[in-house]
C-alpha cells in the first residue's frame, strides 16, 4: 500500500496544472518586467480556464476513455456492481431530476492502491485495491464516492486556478528579483506549502463534511465515516508528517487520525449528543455501554463505529421512547437492528439490558 491513503488531490488536474506551470515555477526568469510576468500569469489562467472548462463540458467522453486506458478497466464483476448500486443511491439523493451537467460517469481501475477520483468531466474512478481494502463494504464506499461527487459538483480542480496562478506568479516574482539555486528551493518549498493550506486542504475538509450529508441521507450508515479511518490507522498508522517533514512535504489532506475525529464527532452530533465511540467502545448517554470486538470483515473499532451508527440512525430523529430487545440473537432497538453479538461480546442479554437503561436515561 502507499504511504498516503484515499487521496483525491483534486484528482489528476493538480499534476496537469503544475507541469503547465513549469515555465514558471522551475525556470527562473531573466530580466523580465514585472508588467510581462503579471500579463503571463493571467494570460496562463485564462488560457488553463477556458481550455479545462471546455474540456469539462464538452469532452467527458473522451476525457473517460483517457482515463480507461491510462488506469485499464478491471473486470471485477462485484466491484462493478457495488459501485453501480453506491452511485445510484448517492444520486438519486444529490440530484433526483437528472440536473447535473455533464451528468457523472464511473469505473472500477486496475490500480490496487486505496484511491479514487473525479476528474473532469465529472468522471470517477475507483482503484479496485480500495474495494479489496474496504471489503466491498458499501457504506464505506458511499463515504469514498460521496467525497469524490463533492469534488466533481464544486468544480474544485477549477476553482483552485487563481490561487494556483497567484502563487506562481509571486513565484516568479520572487525569483526574477532573487535568482539562484537557495531562492528556487526557499521558493519552491513556501510555494508547496500555499497550495497545499490554502487550496487542496479546504478542498479536502470541505469534501469530508459535505460526504457526512450526501451518504447518509442517502441512507447509509452514518458511522461508516469514522470506521474507514479508524481501519485505515489500525492497519497503516497516521499519516501526520514531523515538524521538518512538513514543512518541505506539507499535509495537503488532513490526516488520518485528524479525519477519524472528524467523522465521529459528526456522528455524536447526528445522534443528537446521544451516541458516540471511545476508545472502541460505544457510549450511550455518556455511559459505556458495549466495546465490540473484531468480527467478520470488521476490525474491532471499526465495528464499534458501525453499530453507533446504527444507533445514531434512530437516535437522531428522537422517537420518544425506546425498546430493546434479542430477536433470534440480534440486538434490536424499537425493531431496528443494532448489534449482533458474536461470542467474544459482552453477554447478548446483559447488553439488552443495558441498553434499555441507558437509552431512556
Not at 473517460?64 to 462485484?78: A, C, F, H, L, T
Not at 531562492?183 to 513556501?190: D, M, N
Not at 485528524?258 to 476508545?279: C, I, P
Request: glycine share 6%; proline share 3%; with cysteine.
Amino acid at each position: 500500500m502507499t504511504r498516503r491513503f484515499f487521496q483525491s488531490r483534486i484528482t489528476l488536474l493538480l499534476f496537469t496544472l503544475t507541469f503547465a506551470f513549469q515555465t514558471l515555477v522551475f525556470i527562473p526568469v531573466t530580466h523580465a518586467s514585472l508588467g510581462n510576468i503579471l500579463i503571463g500569469g493571467a494570460v496562463q489562467y485564462l488560457y488553463l480556464r477556458e481550455t479545462l472548462l471546455y474540456a469539462h463540458n464538452k469532452k467527458s467522453d473522451e476525457i473517460m476513455s483517457g482515463y480507461k486506458k491510462e488506469y485499464g478497466v478491471n473486470s471485477d464483476q462485484r466491484a462493478e456492481e457495488v459501485l453501480d448500486s453506491v452511485m445510484q443511491r448517492l444520486l438519486t439523493g444529490i440530484d433526483p431530476e437528472g440536473k447535473i451537467k455533464p451528468k457523472f460517469s464511473w469505473f472500477v481501475n486496475n490500480q490496487t492502491t486505496f484511491n479514487a477520483f473525479c476528474g473532469l468531466g465529472h468522471n470517477v474512478s475507483v482503484n479496485i485495491g480500495l474495494f479489496h481494502y474496504l471489503n466491498y463494504n458499501e457504506d464505506e464506499i458511499a463515504f469514498v464516492l460521496a467525497h469524490e461527487l463533492v469534488h466533481g459538483m464544486k468544480l474544485h480542480s477549477l476553482s483552485s486556478l487563481p490561487k494556483l496562478v497567484s502563487f506562481n506568479v509571486v513565484q516568479a516574482l520572487y525569483l526574477e528579483k532573487n535568482p539562484g539555486a537557495i531562492s528556487y528551493i526557499t521558493s519552491y518549498i513556501i510555494n508547496r506549502n500555499l497550495v497545499a493550506n490554502y487550496a487542496t486542504l479546504p478542498q479536502e475538509k470541505e469534501a469530508d463534511a459535505n460526504s457526512f450529508s450526501y451518504a447518509v441521507d442517502a441512507g447509509f450508515n452514518p458511522g461508516a465515516g469514522a470506521a474507514i479511518w479508524s481501519r485505515v490507522t489500525a492497519k497503516s498508522g497516521d499519516n501526520a508528517h514531523n515538524s521538518f517533514e512538513n514543512i518541505v512535504n506539507p499535509n495537503d489532506h488532513p490526516t488520518n487520525k485528524q479525519r477519524v475525529e472528524y467523522f465521529a464527532k459528526r456522528l455524536e452530533d447526528y445522534s443528537n449528543g446521544k451516541v458516540k465511540v471511545v476508545k472502541g467502545a460505544v457510549y450511550v448517554n455518556g455511559k459505556a455501554w458495549a466495546t465490540p470486538a473484531a468480527a467478520g470483515d470488521l476490525l474491532a473499532e471499526e465495528r464499534a463505529y458501525f453499530i453507533a451508527g446504527n444507533l445514531a440512525s434512530l437516535t437522531h430523529t428522537s422517537p420518544g421512547s425506546y425498546q430493546a430487545e434479542l430477536v433470534e440473537g440480534v440486538i434490536q432497538l424499537n425493531g431496528k437492528t443494532i448489534m449482533t453479538p458474536t461470542d467474544n461480546d459482552q453477554n447478548a442479554d446483559e447488553l439488552v439490558a443495558s441498553l434499555h437503561s441507558l437509552i431512556t436515561l
